[in-house]
T-cell receptor
Framework: SQQGEEDPQALSIQEGENATMNCSYK?????LQWYRQNSGRGLVHLIL?????REKHSGRLRVTLDTSKKSSSLLITASRAADTASYFC??????????????FGKGTTLSVSS | KAGVTQTPRYLIKTRGQQVTLSCSPI?????VSWYQQTPGQGLQFLFE???????NKGNFPGRFSGRQFSNSRSEMNVSTLELGDSALYLC??????????FGPGTRLTVL
């Protein structure tokens, strides 16, 4: 079952612009992660934010987490054509049986044109 | 370190057959998870293995099974294939149980 819902489903921007994607989830979480996928290939881990963190940065990426609203956002600054991909948020729920099962949202497809 | 490897990369089977997919995790990683990705259902968790024991299981029928060997390599098996099993099957390994590193996937087509 899907945990997260990304918004928007698709996003088209020009190189140099910022891209913001949002993710909402349903249950209490241990952490939330963002992944990128290029054209049906494997997923690449971008960033992990824990439930007691509110914001995290990694290069051109900024992630925020609001546990009271059960939502997160991913901001990519100064987008490049190479950022064109699908982006997924994934959560690990509290009470997960000592495992690391990721529950994914449906993803946002980002298209960056030059 | 070498990344997660999956074999084969592409597979075509017919309904009713069975299939075995293989995954070699990053050296030192003891947790291996499997996911199914389809256009309709998206990315769904199948199961996770840690030190040869299944630690977590998703909501899939018993036709889907897996195992992990002492060297942490993992296999998943799907018996009595159905058309709906056509998907990209992704394997991921993890060291501390947080960040998961994914392989390139196996594209299974069931005819």
């Amino acid at each position: 079952s899907q945990q997260g819902e990304e918004d928007p489903q698709a996003l088209s921007i020009q190189e140099g612009e910022n891209a913001t994607m949002n993710c909402s989830y349903k249950t209490s979480i241990n952490n939330l992660q963002w992944y990128r996928q290029n054209s049906g290939r494997g997923l690449v881990h971008l960033i992990l934010i824990r439930s007691n963190e509110r914001e995290k940065h990694s290069g051109r990426l900024r992630v925020t987490l609001d546990t009271s609203k059960k939502s997160s956002s991913l901001l990519i600054t100064a987008s490049r054509a190479a950022d064109t991909a699908s982006y997924f948020c994934a959560t690990v729920s509290v009470g997960n049986q000592a495992g690391t099962a990721l529950i994914f949202g449906k993803g946002t497809t980002l298209s960056v044109s030059s | 370190k070498a990344g997660v490897t999956q074999t084969p990369r592409y597979l075509i089977k017919t309904r009713g057959q069975q299939v075995t997919l293989s995954c070699s995790p990053i050296s030192g990683h003891r947790s291996v998870s499997w996911y199914q990705q389809t256009p309709g259902q998206g990315l769904q968790f199948l199961f996770e293995y840690f030190s040869e024991t299944q630690r977590n299981k998703g909501n899939f029928p018993g036709r889907f099974s897996g195992r992990q060997f002492s060297n942490s390599r993992s296999e998943m098996n799907v018996s009595t294939l159905e058309l709906g099993d056509s998907a990209l099957y992704l394997c991921a390994s993890s060291f501390l149980g947080d960040t998961q590193y994914f392989g390139p996937g196996t594209r299974l087509t069931v005819l």
